[in-house]
Structure formats: structure tokens, C-alpha cells
């Protein structure tokens, strides 16, 4: 079984900055894609940023050049520094990665989700 365990949401003012951490643990074979989504009161589940297993990513306009997702794959662990934070990315952010095992079928996985609040 795989587990995730997020950290570093929190409360911040707008302009400031948080890195959000997903850590995993478990049985992995080798893990594909690994992102982050985010979730606002009233609102669907949106993709904010994704990087595969060779480092290239894909972001959310509306985080563009605020966002930048990484990864290590040798701890593993999935991280999203947010900068210049906005009342709007207000949300519950959750990590999910995709996982891949000896036979080629690909599982996804889901963090528990942690809270970012930006104040005006």
C-alpha cells in the first residue's frame, strides 16, 4: 500500500510565499506522473501542476510563473513552492501521484490534503 503524507499548508497574507510537501512511502515500484490539485469551497477539483518521471512539468494558467513543482525521486517526494500568493488560491491542496508496478499497470494515488488560506 502506498501512503502520502502532505505538509506546509498554512495560513499567509497575500504576496507571501508556502512550499507544500508530499512525501511517499510504500510499496513503489516506480512512480510516473506526480502533481498537485486544488480544491475551493463551491468549486471542482483543478490541476494546478504535474511533472512526469523525466522533470518535465505543466502548470495551471492561472498560477503560471507564481508555481513551480519539483520532485526527488530518490526520497520520494513531490513539492510545490508557491509565490506571490493571491486570495484566490485559496483551496485544499492535495497531491496525487501515479505509480507503476512490475507489470506495467498504473495506479494512482491520493494525498489527504492540506489547507492554504490567503488573506487580503
Known amino acids: 500500500q502506498v501512503r502520502l503524507v502532505e505538509s506546509g499548508g498554512g495560513l499567509v497574507q497575500a504576496g507571501g510565499s508556502l512550499r507544500l510537501s508530499c512525501a511517499a512511502s510504500g510499496i513503489i515500484f516506480s512512480i510516473n506522473a506526480m502533481g498537485w490539485y486544488r480544491q475551493a469551497p463551491g468549486k471542482q477539483r483543478e490541476l494546478v501542476a504535474s511533472?512526469?518521471?523525466?522533470?518535465?512539468?505543466n502548470y495551471a494558467d492561472s498560477v503560471k510563473g507564481r508555481f513551480t513543482i519539483s520532485r526527488d525521486n530518490a526520497k520520494p517526494t513531490v513539492y510545490l513552492q508557491m509565490n506571490s500568493l493571491k486570495p484566490e488560491d485559496t483551496a485544499v491542496y492535495s497531491c496525487?501521484?501515479?505509480?507503476?508496478?512490475?507489470?506495467?499497470?498504473?495506479?494512482?494515488?491520493w494525498g489527504q490534503g492540506t489547507q492554504v488560506t490567503v488573506s487580503s
Open positions: 511533472i512526469t518521471r523525466d522533470g518535465s512539468t
Open positions: 496525487k501521484i501515479q505509480t507503476i508496478d512490475v507489470f506495467s499497470r498504473e495506479y494512482n494515488y
